[in-house]
């Protein structure tokens, strides 16, 4: 992408996102599609967290007063003084509840409510009593029994480790790492590299082998959860922890170097499932393509990924903007959002090819809209630093070395790379 058009796109972007601010409540969100399809009143959840954790995000890079003051009207409309939650039900032990808790710490930093800081002890006590499986790690809901969903990673242990290190002393810092190191050795594939998308300890589930529990196949947004999961809790974790900061980087960085081959050459996105690009009607699905986008820049930052990387983050931000951003009649418009997918409850939700493919695809919902505001981000801290570090490899040189080793082109190698 130009200069240029770099430039175009970001100020398609700004309006896009003031788009949704306009239009939005906490009572009617416009980017909570699965809500809206349901014509059903909004309640505490994890799609509406994504998206006022990216408004946050973006306050901090640009100083902009209006997203930090949308983003703390919002979240106090559900807060109660006394650190309640509306609609929050701490029974239902749902970790996608979990997700929305992680922009208490921020805003609290920011505007000092002391109900915010309540809030998070609410959330807090639901971790303590949340049911577990076999190994240690957490159900990813009452419904589901005994099951890790690799969603759930993303949800819960970024909000578990920083509460930990906050308020209880690292006391529990190393029981978070567990359940990482947990779902590596279970739900990792290692011939590709690539984890699938939940496990069952008990083995009873109609989605799951019965010899492994593990699901049938990898599915992009699930992928970038964990791949999200790993580098904010890497981000959170102290320098004591040294050695198990070392483990999840090498998590991260295996994880990235598995999903590259997959990467489309012409847009520099990814397929709904991952492994399969070439079986219709597979597609190259925007959520999980900005959630790696903006994992993969964001490691670059951070300084667990080397910077060469960052070609391929930005590949896929500019593929995103330039593939499924769209203007008609004087309103923008993401596309290619997978709604929602899950397993079991449903005959249908059994993990197949099939059952991937035939989800709807829909815009504007927040599963894709905020992890493409993060990326978004990503740039704008890439270009801050610009000058800062080494300059990036010229093009056609890829064996610039790192102490993780890294990634050799294979079935899609990245032109510029070879």
Request: aromatic share 12%.
């Amino acid at each position: 992408m130009s200069e240029g058009t770099a430039m175009g796109c970001n100020q398609i972007l700004d309006r896009y996102i003031e788009q949704l601010i306009e239009t939005s409540t906490p009572q009617a969100p416009a980017w909570n599609i699965e809500k809206i399809r349901a014509g059903k009143e909004n309640t505490w959840n994890y799609i509406d967290g994504c998206m006022i954790k990216a408004l946050i995000e973006l306050y901090e890079i640009t100083g902009e007063q209006r997203y930090l003051t949308f983003a703390d009207d919002y979240i106090d409309f559900f807060v109660q003084d006394d650190g309640t939650i509306k609609h929050y039900n701490p029974q239902e032990y749902n970790l996608d509840n979990v997700n929305a808790g992680k922009t208490l710490y921020k805003l609290y930093d920011l505007v000092g409510k002391p109900k915010y800081r309540a809030a998070m002890d609410t959330i807090y006590r639901q971790l303590e009593t949340q049911p577990r499986t076999k190994e240690g790690v957490f159900w990813h809901k009452a419904v589901y029994p005994n099951q890790i969903w690799l969603d759930g990673m993303y949800m819960a242990q970024p909000f578990y480790m920083q509460y930990e290190l906050s308020f209880h002393n690292r006391r529990a810092c190393s029981d978070s790492f567990h359940m990482f190191q947990v779902v590596h050795d279970l739900m990792r594939n290692p011939l590709n590299g690539l984890y699938y998308h939940a496990y069952d300890a008990s083995r009873k589930q109609f989605w799951c082998d019965p010899v492994t529990g593990l699901s049938a196949n990898f599915w992009l947004r699930a992928e970038g959860w964990f791949a999200m999961a790993l580098i904010d809790t890497w981000e959170l974790m102290p320098p004591s922890m040294s050695a198990e900061k070392d483990e999840i980087r090498k998590m991260f960085h295996d994880l990235i170097d598995a999903m590259l081959p997959y990467q489309d050459e012409k847009t520099g996105m990814w397929h709904q499932v991952i492994n399969l690009p070439n079986i219709a009607p597979n597609y190259l699905e925007e959520s999980g393509s900005a959630i790696f986008a903006n994992a993969i820049m964001k490691g670059v930052r951070l300084g667990v990924l080397g910077e060469r990387y960052y070609q391929y983050g930005r590949r896929a931000f500019d593929g995103i903007c330039e593939t499924c951003l769209s203007e008609y009649d004087g309103q923008l418009a993401l596309d290619n959002i997978c709604l929602v997918a899950g397993l079991g409850n449903t005959a249908h939700r059994e993990g197949t090819f099939d059952y991937y493919m035939s989800e709807p695809v829909v815009k504007n919902d927040a599963k894709g809209v905020a992890p493409l505001v993060l990326a978004y981000i990503e740039t704008m801290h890439h270009d801050k630093l610009a000058g800062k570090r080494d300059p990036l490899a010229p093009s056609g040189v890829c064996s610039i070395e790192d102490p993780f080793g890294g990634y050799t082109p294979g079935i899609n190698a990245h032109k510029g790379c070879e």
